[in-house]
């Protein structure tokens, strides 16, 4: 996770949700804390009360009793339509309004808040090319002119319209076809690596829950939790049955999938700016007995070529002279099995870690197989 985290802390205290003719709560006395800056996934079966937990952060539904608190401030005690102000809401299909077009289904929020019109048509060019859809193109279109990859994409951007800490999401990629679905989930994934808002992602399923979930709360009837962990914890060490049904079949297998790069022990190298000196390079490469050295840009750490002692040797001249490009990054956020992947297609033996763009360490074979011994090895414990 980054460090400038965009979200704030939500914690729910003994949360009830009672209707009137009913023998059971369809919440029943749910507490938890949900961190600033994570994406917590609810999942569970049909009648978990998923939604309706969910809904009650934002009071779309009134809790019957309890507490809701974000950022340590009682949302109970907030006008409904305030709150909701600084809470993005995502549901199906975007849950776009069909008679207006996309600039102005994105500019809702923002003109509530009374921003000026310069304002809003530069926040709604900004957030349609961060979710990948050209702005020349798709302000003036209307949502029946849109796929269905195309709506949910403007349903995030309508959500992060005026940059809410918090962002609710009720099963947003369940009616897209299984292709478009895995590439909305990698742009997720992408966007909160920048952006670090604080999620809260409703799923019944669980692959789903383990791809995005920094945490998983896997519920049962009357939203009772029935384990509240990160995804390798539940995959290695299931509270119950109930919680193994919902995992399936080679759940260890799953631990490569869900285990992401930045949660493991990376390599290191030697890193240098671009115009240090190549012969000083090749000389502290020597004395540490290395063999490469990563070159990272100029204030924002990104890397941008790969330099070995071998051709330094007789180098002179800055650093950024030799060697060659940086062809493949892997981000903090991938899988184990992104990381192995990468590796494979991959000239080099190492490649690249980076959050936010920064550099932050190296993976390697080695560094895989290490990972995959640890995983087994905790799996055997279960």
């Known amino acids: 996770m980054s460090d400038d985290v965009g979200g704030v802390q939500i914690d729910l205290r003994n949360l009830t949700k009672r209707y009137p003719g009913q023998a059971k709560p369809a919440v ?9 800056g994570e994406i917590v996934v609810f999942v569970g079966p049909s009648g978990s009360g998923k939604t309706t937990t969910m809904k009650l952060i934002n009071r779309l539904i009134e809790p019957t009793s309890g507490e809701i608190l974000i950022n340590g401030e009682d949302a109970r005690k907030k006008k409904a339509d ?21 600039a ?22 900004e957030l349609l090319t961060m979710v990948g859809l050209e702005p020349e193109i798709y ?32 099963e947003p990629f369940g009616a897209v076809d299984p ?31 383990v791809k995005l979930g920094d945490r998983i709360a896997v519920l049962a009837e009357g939203s009772r939790i029935v384990q509240y962990a990160e995804p390798a914890e539940i995959l290695a060490n299931p509270a119950d049955d109930f919680v193994r049904g919902f995992i399936g079949e080679n759940g260890a297998m799953k631990l490569l999938n869900v285990t992401r ?11 240098v700016a671009p115009e240090a000196d190549a012969a000083e390079v090749h000389r502290e490469l020597a004395d540490r007995d290395e063999h490469w050295a990563v070159v990272l840009d100029r204030g924002a750490g990104r890397p941008v070529r790969w330099v070995n002692r071998e051709e330094l040797a007789d180098a002179s001249g ?20 992104e990381a192995l992947e990468a590796l494979l297609r991959s000239d080099a033996e190492l490649v690249p870690v980076v959050v936010k ?26």
Not at 85 to 91: L, P
Not at 376 to 382: I, L, S, T
């Open 139 to 170: 302000t003036t279109r209307y949502p029946r002119q849109l796929s269905g990859g195309q709506q949910q994409r403007v349903g995030v951007a309508r959500a992060l319209a005026a940059d809410p800490p918090v962002l609710l999401m009720d």
């Open 28 to 36: 029943d006395d749910v507490t938890m804390t949900i961190q600033a």
């Open 82 to 102: 305030e709150l909701r102000r600084h809470i993005g809401y995502v549901i199906q299909a975007g849950g776009l309004f069909p008679h207006m077009t996309v």
């Open 179 to 209: 292709i478009t679905r895995a590439k909305l989930q990698d742009e997720l994934l992408a966007l909160q690596d920048e952006l670090s808002k604080t999620i809260v992602f409703v799923t019944h399923d669980f692959d789903e829950a």
């Open 261 to 271: 790069v930045a949660d493991i022990d990376l390599d290191q190298a030697l890193t």
């Open 104 to 125: 102005d289904n994105i500019a809702i929020v923002p003109r509530i808040l009374k921003w000026d019109r310069k304002r809003i048509a530069e926040r709604v060019e």
């Open 318 to 337: 800055p650093v950024e002279d030799f060697g060659g490009p940086v062809d493949v990054t892997i981000s903090g956020r991938s899988t184990l099995q």
């Open 357 to 382: 763009r920064r550099y932050r360490g190296l993976v390697t074979l080695n560094t895989v197989q290490q990972a995959i011994a640890s995983l087994r090895e905790k799996a055997k414990r279960r």
